[in-house]
């Protein structure tokens, strides 16, 4: 009913000569994949990532999008420059956005409703930090965080977003929320995304990632939870092999 999507985010690594070559190594080992099979690369390896994945089941995102159509944003980026690129998807409101950037609910919002308008699929990102968990409130963050995102988008575009849920304690850590912790905080999301729609929209429409440690070892354990339709993934996605691991556990 909702197909599967792995998206690598490869963060701040990968120049051009690396994205050719992982593009290259990788996209044999996933050209079968039966879920939806995404790249986020560094804006300088947009380009090399389009090119590279021309005639592949491969789809490339960009990490962030400013909101403005053009202006005085220095060192910002518009959905249009990202358009004319040939990408596709974009990740938005990334917990390493939110924690060193001043991300807030408010331009999460802001870059989605930009992105969508030129387009673009997004990957909006929500999750609670290790204090928030400890302090019992995840389920009042992710709500907000969920509720103040999505404000204003129309249920048309449902099909356009994806949500990746990742608790920040367990980003690069190692640390893998339990399938079970996984499955429970993306079903609140989803019965958040009921409320905010409807109900057969975030059965049938609302696809909800897991992210945080997500690799090859714990993926198939991950993606048969219920309630989790993919992953967005750090580290492991660096990897072709490792990767592809992911992408097949992703059906
Ligand atoms: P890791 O898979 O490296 O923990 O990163 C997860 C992440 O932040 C993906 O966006």
């Known amino acids: ?95 390493e956005r939110r924690q060193y950037f001043g991300e807030t609910d408010a331009t999460v919002n802001a870059r989605t409703k930009a992105a969508l308008a030129k387009g673009l699929k997004v990957i909006l990102c929500v999750g609670e930090t290790l204090e928030e968990r400890e302090a ?34 367990a980003i690069g850590t190692g640390k893998t929320a339990t399938a079970q912790e996984a499955n429970d905080t993306i079903k609140v999301i989803r019965d958040c995304m009921a409320e905010l729609y409807c109900d057969k929209c975030a059965e049938e429409r609302v696809r909800i990632q897991y992210g945080g440690s997500m690799n090859a070892k714990n993926a198939e354990e991950l993606m048969a939870q219920p309630q989790i339709d993919g992953g967005l993934i750090g580290g492991a996605s660096l990897k072709a092999v490792d990767f592809s691991i992911v992408v097949a556990a992703g059906k």
Request: with cysteine.
């Open 1 to 95: 009913m909702r197909k599967p999507i792995i998206a690598g985010n490869w963060k701040m690594n990968n120049n051009v000569a690396a994205t050719k070559a992982l593009v290259a190594d990788l996209a044999p080992l996933v050209k079968d994949a039966t879920c939806d099979v995404v790249i986020c690369t560094p804006y300088t390896s947009l380009a090399a990532a389009v090119e590279a994945t021309k005639g592949t089941n491969i789809k490339v995102g960009a990490e962030n999008v400013h909101w403005a159509e053009k202006g005085a944003f220095t060192g910002e980026i518009s959905a249009d420059m990202l358009v004319e690129l040939g990408v596709e998807y974009v990740i938005v409101g990334h917990s």
């Open 136 to 169: 019992g409130i995840t389920a009042e963050v992710v709500r907000r965080q969920t509720k103040v995102g999505f404000a204003g988008i129309p249920a048309s575009e449902l099909d356009n977003v994806v949500i990746a849920y990742e608790p920040v304690w």
